[in-house]
Structure formats: structure tokens, C-alpha cells
């Protein structure tokens, strides 16, 4: 049997970034199907679903009446449009996520990962992650609506929730609190890990927008197919 990863100690943020490039490449090809997958299913979903719902476009030099006239069928428009891309990602992107930290936890204590058993074992916990989902959005939203700095520290200290509702088997309340007890004296390394892989991520999209763009139509679906490529990256730092 292979061995775990050895980790005994709290690691440096260094060690950490340094950490899940390596869980990232021993299994890479496992992320890549995962994330590749689940990438194309929301990408032909949601570009299904933008065909559909065509937001109509403003009159141009219009009056004020006419404006008026037009945000109806906007929002008639908009609002389905949001909705159902919502559920689409609500859906399954939490089996990508969940199925990721699944892995990174399995190669850590067992040296090993089993890419089915990780995705069955995320659909079974679906529910829980949906409520999880919820209740920690409902929060940062409060917070940044509130005044922004409350929501970022929201963001840090519920950053590991979803984790511990995985790995840890707690419950909804109990993922947030083991949260919270996880960042502790741990705010600025949670900070500067998230800094780190929010710019890694952000460049990465960038590269993905550009070369995705030509493709019309199916620029969404190509997208979140080479997204695969980085995606991994977070929950594989967060496990």
C-alpha cells in the first residue's frame, strides 16, 4: 500500500502552496477527467440555457418611456436566465469541489485516491453541501452588503467549512464552528493563501477568456472544459 503524505506538523503558507502542487501532480490526469467532466456538462448546460433566455437589448436613443417599456421583458428574461444558471452550477459543482477535496484528503493520510469513490462519496453528501452552501453565501452577502470588510472576513473564516462538512463528517453548524476554530490564529495565513491562489486563478482565466473567446457560441463550453486545467488548485489547498 502507498504510503500518506506525512504531514505531522502545521505547515508554513510556503509549504502549503508548495504541497498542493504536489497533491495536484501525483494525480493530475484524476483532477483534470474530474473538473474536464463536470466542466463541459454546466458548460453546454449554460450556454442551453443562454440560447434560451436572450436578453433583449435596450432601444437604442430611446425615450424614457420606452425604456420603461423595455425593463419588463428584461427582467423577465434576466431573472430565469440567473435562476436556472444557478441551479446548473448549484447542481455540479459540488461534485467537482467535493470529489477534489475528497482526493487531496485521501492522498494525504492514505497515499492514494480513488477518483469514483471520491465523486459518489460528494453526490452523497450533496444536501448537506447545498444547506452549507446557503447559509455560509446568506452570510457573506450580509456581510458585504453591510460593509465590505465584514464579508471578506466572513469569506476567511467559513473558508474551510465546506471542507470539514467533508472530511470531518460534521454537520451544518458544526463544519462552521470547526471552521472558524481552524482560522483562529490562522487570519492572515488563510488570507495570504486565498491572495495566493485568487491571483493564480484570476491570470489563469484570463489566459482561458482569451483563448476561449473565437469560439462564438461555444466559447462557455470551452471554457469551463480548459478551466479544469486550474480550478483544482483551491479545494486541493483548502483540504
Same mark, same amino acid.
Given at each position: 500500500?502507498?504510503?500518506?503524505?506525512?504531514?505531522?506538523?502545521?505547515?508554513?503558507?510556503?509549504?502549503?502552496?508548495?504541497?498542493?502542487?504536489?497533491?495536484?501532480?501525483?494525480?493530475?490526469?484524476?483532477?483534470?477527467?474530474?473538473?474536464?467532466?463536470?466542466?463541459?456538462?454546466?458548460?453546454?448546460?449554460?450556454?442551453?440555457?443562454?440560447?434560451?433566455?436572450?436578453?433583449?437589448?435596450?432601444?437604442?436613443?430611446?425615450?424614457?418611456?420606452?425604456? /420603461?417599456?423595455?425593463?419588463?421583458?428584461?427582467?423577465? @428574461?434576466?431573472?430565469?436566465? $440567473? =435562476?436556472?444558471? +444557478? !441551479?446548473?452550477?448549484? %447542481?455540479?459543482?459540488?461534485?467537482?469541489?467535493?470529489?477534489?477535496?475528497?482526493?487531496?484528503?485521501?492522498?494525504?493520510?492514505?497515499?492514494?485516491?480513488?477518483?469514483?469513490?471520491?465523486?459518489?462519496?460528494?453526490?452523497?453528501? /450533496?444536501?448537506?453541501?447545498?444547506?452549507?452552501?446557503? @447559509?455560509?453565501?446568506?452570510? $457573506? =452577502?450580509?456581510? +458585504? !452588503?453591510?460593509?465590505? %470588510?465584514?464579508?471578506?472576513?466572513?469569506?476567511?473564516?467559513?473558508?474551510?467549512?465546506?471542507?470539514?462538512?467533508?472530511?470531518?463528517?460534521?454537520?451544518?453548524?458544526?463544519?462552521?464552528?470547526?471552521?472558524?476554530?481552524?482560522?483562529?490564529?490562522?487570519?492572515?495565513?488563510?488570507?495570504?493563501?486565498?491572495?495566493?491562489?485568487?491571483?493564480?486563478?484570476? !491570470?489563469?482565466?484570463?489566459?482561458?477568456?482569451?483563448?476561449?473567446?473565437?469560439?462564438?457560441?461555444?466559447?462557455?463550453?470551452?471554457?469551463?472544459?480548459?478551466?479544469?486545467?486550474?480550478?483544482?488548485?483551491?479545494?486541493?489547498?483548502?483540504?
Amino acid at each position: 500500500m502507498s504510503q500518506g503524505q506525512g504531514i505531522t506538523r502545521e505547515q508554513s503558507l510556503g509549504e502549503v502552496v508548495s504541497k498542493t502542487f504536489d497533491l495536484y501532480r501525483r494525480d493530475f490526469a484524476k483532477y483534470l477527467v474530474l473538473f474536464a467532466v463536470v466542466g463541459a456538462i454546466t458548460g453546454v448546460l449554460t450556454t442551453l440555457v443562454r440560447r434560451a433566455f436572450i436578453l433583449p437589448v435596450p432601444p437604442a436613443n430611446g425615450t424614457p418611456q420606452q425604456f /420603461l417599456n423595455w425593463l419588463p421583458g428584461f427582467f423577465g @428574461v434576466l431573472i430565469p436566465l $440567473v =435562476v436556472l444558471s +444557478l !441551479i446548473v452550477a448549484a %447542481v455540479f459543482s459540488p461534485v467537482a469541489v467535493g470529489g477534489a477535496v475528497k482526493m487531496a484528503s485521501e492522498e494525504i493520510v492514505k497515499g492514494q485516491a480513488d477518483l469514483g469513490a471520491s465523486v459518489r462519496f460528494a453526490i452523497s453528501k /450533496l444536501v448537506r453541501i447545498w444547506v452549507l452552501s446557503f @447559509v455560509v453565501g446568506v452570510i $457573506v =452577502v450580509a456581510g +458585504l !452588503i453591510a460593509l465590505v %470588510v465584514p464579508g471578506i472576513i466572513f469569506t476567511i473564516m467559513f473558508s474551510l467549512a465546506f471542507p470539514a462538512l467533508l472530511i470531518e463528517n460534521t454537520g451544518i453548524s458544526e463544519s462552521l464552528g470547526r471552521s472558524r476554530k481552524l482560522v483562529g490564529h490562522r487570519w492572515l495565513k488563510t488570507f495570504a493563501l486565498a491572495l495566493v491562489f485568487g491571483i493564480i486563478t484570476v !491570470i489563469a482565466s484570463a489566459i482561458v477568456s482569451a483563448i476561449s473567446g473565437p469560439f462564438g457560441w461555444a466559447s462557455n463550453i470551452v471554457s469551463s472544459i480548459l478551466s479544469a486545467l486550474y480550478v483544482p488548485l483551491i479545494p486541493i489547498a483548502l483540504t
